[in-house]
C-alpha cells in the first residue's frame, strides 16, 4: 500500500522541482507531468526510496494534454492522495489592445486553466468514495486578484482558477475532498526571469519586479516550497479556499 500518491504537474523547474523533492518520501508515490523529464530527480526518488513517475507532456496542448490525464493510472489504496496543479504561464505579456494573437492566449488559458480542469475531474473520478485523505492545490497567484497592467491574460487566467476553485469547495464540501487555491509569493524562479525580461512598453511594473530582484525580496523556490508542503499537511487545510502562503511565515 502507498503511504502518499501525489500528482504534480510543472515539475521540472522553478517550484514546481522544489515541490517535488520535497514530496519524495519514503512510502510516496509520486507522479509528475511536465515538459521534460528530471534525471535528478529520478536518481533522488531511488535514493529516497520513493516511487517515481515521469510523463513528459506540454499541457498547452489540448490534445496532449487530454491523452496523458486520461491515461493516469491512479490507484484505489493509497492512505492519502495529493494533486498540486502547479503548471502555468506568463505569457502572453501584452497591452490589451495588443492581445491579438488567439494561439498565444489560447495556450496560455489551456495550461493555467482547461488543464487544471481536466486533471482535477480525473483525480476526482479515481478517487470517488475513498474514505482517504484527499486534497487539491492550486498554484494561483496575487495577480488573480489583484489587475496588473500587461498581465491581461496571466490576471484573467489565475482569477478564473480561483474561481474554479470556490466551485470545487462548493461541489465537494460533503465529500471530504479538500481545495485551496494558494498564492505562493514572489518566487525567485524562471518565471520571474522571464518577468524582467519584459518589454517595459508592454509591462509598466517592470522596473518594480527588477527591483525586487535586485534587493533580494524573492523567496527561495525551496523555501516556498517547504511552507506550501507544510501548509498541505494542517488539519485545517482548505477551510479557505483562497489563501496565500505569506499568511504563514
Known amino acids: 500500500m502507498t503511504d502518499t500518491f501525489a500528482i504534480l504537474t510543472g515539475a521540472s523547474r522553478g517550484l514546481g522541482a522544489a515541490l517535488a523533492r520535497g514530496l519524495l518520501q519514503p512510502g510516496t508515490r509520486l507522479v509528475t507531468l511536465a515538459r521534460r523529464n528530471d534525471p535528478e530527480l529520478a536518481a533522488l526518488a531511488r535514493e529516497r526510496g ?70 482535477t475531474a480525473r483525480f476526482l473520478q479515481a478517487v470517488d468514495g475513498l474514505q482517504a485523505e484527499r486534497r487539491i492545490l492550486n498554484i494561483s497567484s496575487g495577480a ?75 523567496a527561495s523556490a525551496t523555501d516556498v516550497a517547504a511552507r506550501m508542503l507544510a501548509y498541505l499537511d494542517r488539519d485545517d487545510f482548505g477551510q479557505t479556499e483562497l489563501d496565500d502562503i505569506r499568511n504563514y511565515q
Request: aromatic letters at 6%; glycine letters at 6%; proline letters at 5%.
Open 50 to 119: 520513493a516511487a517515481l513517475a515521469e510523463i513528459q507532456v506540454d499541457l498547452s496542448d489540448p490534445a496532449a494534454a487530454t491523452r496523458a490525464i486520461q491515461a493516469l493510472d491512479i490507484p484505489r489504496d493509497a492512505g492519502r492522495y495529493l494533486l498540486i496543479n502547479n503548471a502555468g504561464t506568463v505569457h502572453p505579456v501584452a497591452n490589451t489592445r495588443a492581445l491579438d494573437d488567439a494561439a498565444a492566449i489560447g495556450q496560455a488559458f489551456t495550461l493555467n486553466v482547461t488543464a487544471v480542469m481536466l486533471l
Open 144 to 218: 488573480g486578484r489583484n489587475p496588473n497592467a500587461g498581465w491581461g491574460v496571466y490576471c484573467a487566467t489565475k482569477a478564473a482558477l480561483d474561481m474554479y476553485s470556490r466551485v470545487l469547495k462548493a461541489e465537494h464540501a460533503d465529500s471530504g475532498v479538500r481545495i485551496v487555491s494558494l498564492a505562493p509569493g514572489i518566487v525567485d524562479t524562471d518565471m520571474q526571469a522571464n518577468i524582467r525580461a519584459s518589454d517595459p512598453a508592454a509591462f509598466p511594473a517592470l522596473a518594480r519586479f527588477q527591483g525586487f530582484h535586485s534587493t533580494g525580496k524573492l
